[in-house]
């Protein structure tokens, strides 16, 4: 297969939007980390552009898979070939760079989550996006409120030399002790240091709750770059906690390998890809109530120009039948209704 040919991994979040391209022989091409900064369809249009300065007008992509919190809109775009949930593509990931990893810890801008797998098989999950108190917006709003760059405050923290006790359960009682703390002339490093201790209980009270941890044990997600988050994971759980090199961008890179995934088990099908190209395209995002029943449902429309690509959010498939979920392989919300990611 020649070398500009690749695979497409999406991973659109509330917070980042993630891009990997990998090559055949499932290498990293290219990996982009953008700022969501709440305009999905613009920074999935920019990132695309982006690629395709990159990459060159004569590559092609023959698989695309997308994930994230918006891989509906994601897979409507960019015409995707599979579309699964985080949960699966952050465990499939992790097993291709770690087969026998079985604890996968994921802290991303606004939410939290846990896998367990066994024997390369998602066994257990849980995710928690109620709390701010646990990811990683937490950290960036303190950070911001102490005058630090984010880059610094793991540095930072690991110059600890007495860490103090903050109150994690909370996002406000939590910066309300660190204001007291300080107040109390405790040193900064001491209390980034108790802050990060406070951010790993609260995860594992409650997003790891009665969960099986063992080794391998994978740290994805933006957190993963603060080395004191890290630090006071192995802490608690007297473990070694491993930072994958491309963790920040594990759920595109699993999107990318299942694509890849379905081009080798299928040969001879095309993709549903729109092309870089999609990038000049004019798409538009509507909403309306339907009136077909008591319900009321929310109907989202989104167009290409004056095409309609897709409808979702209502009950009864009046509006959606016909959507990109009857053209790709799409999967249920659990992915232990299947028993494996494969």
């Known amino acids: 297969m020649p070398v500009d040919k690749y695979f497409l991994g999406v991973d659109v979040g509330s917070v980042s939007t993630n891009i990997v391209l990998l090559n055949p022989d499932g290498t990293i091409a290219e990996s982009m980390y953008l700022r969501t900064q709440g305009r999905p369809m613009q920074t999935i249009q920019e990132g695309m552009k982006d690629l395709r300065a990159h990459i060159g007008s004569t590559a092609e992509i023959i698989g695309v898979g997308t994930t994230g919190s918006a891989r509906q809109l994601a897979a409507t775009l960019l015409g995707a070939d599979v579309v699964k949930n985080e949960i699966t593509a952050h465990a499939v990931a992790a097993s291709r760079i770690q ?186 995002a509507r909403s309306f109530d339907c009136k077909g029943c008591s319900n009321h449902c929310e109907v989202v429309e989104i167009r290409q120009e004056d095409k309609i690509l897709t409808r979702w959010g209502d009950r009864c498939g009046k509006w959606s039948c016909g959507d990109w979920s009857s053209q790709v392989e799409s999967m249920p919300m659990n992915p232990l209704a299947t028993g494996s990611h494969k």
């Open 99 to 284: 087969p026998k990893v079985q604890t996968i810890l994921e802290i991303g801008g606004q939410d939290s989550k846990i896998i367990l797998l066994r024997n390369g098989v998602v066994v257990d999950f849980a995710m928690n996006t109620v709390c701010a108190a646990g990811t990683g917006s937490f950290l960036d709003q303190q950070a911001s409120r102490l005058g630090i760059p984010i880059q610094e405050f793991g540095p930072l923290a690991l110059q600890a030399q007495h860490p103090v006790r903050i109150a994690g359960r909370c996002s406000v009682f939590a910066e309300s002790d660190m204001i007291h703390k300080q107040q109390l002339g405790h040193p900064l490093p001491d209390i980034l240091a108790g802050l990060c201790q406070a951010m790993i209980r609260n995860y594992l009270n409650n997003v790891g709750k009665n969960k099986e941890i063992l080794g391998p044990i994978f740290f994805q997600g933006g957190v993963a770059a603060n080395p004191g988050i890290r630090k006071a994971f192995e802490e608690e759980l007297g473990q070694e906690v491993t930072v994958p090199e491309h963790f920040s961008v594990m759920g595109a890179l699993g999107a990318a390998y299942l694509a890849q995934e379905r081009f080798l088990a299928k040969k001879g099908l095309t993709t549903n890809f729109r092309g870089l190209k999609m990038a000049e395209s004019n798409f538009k």
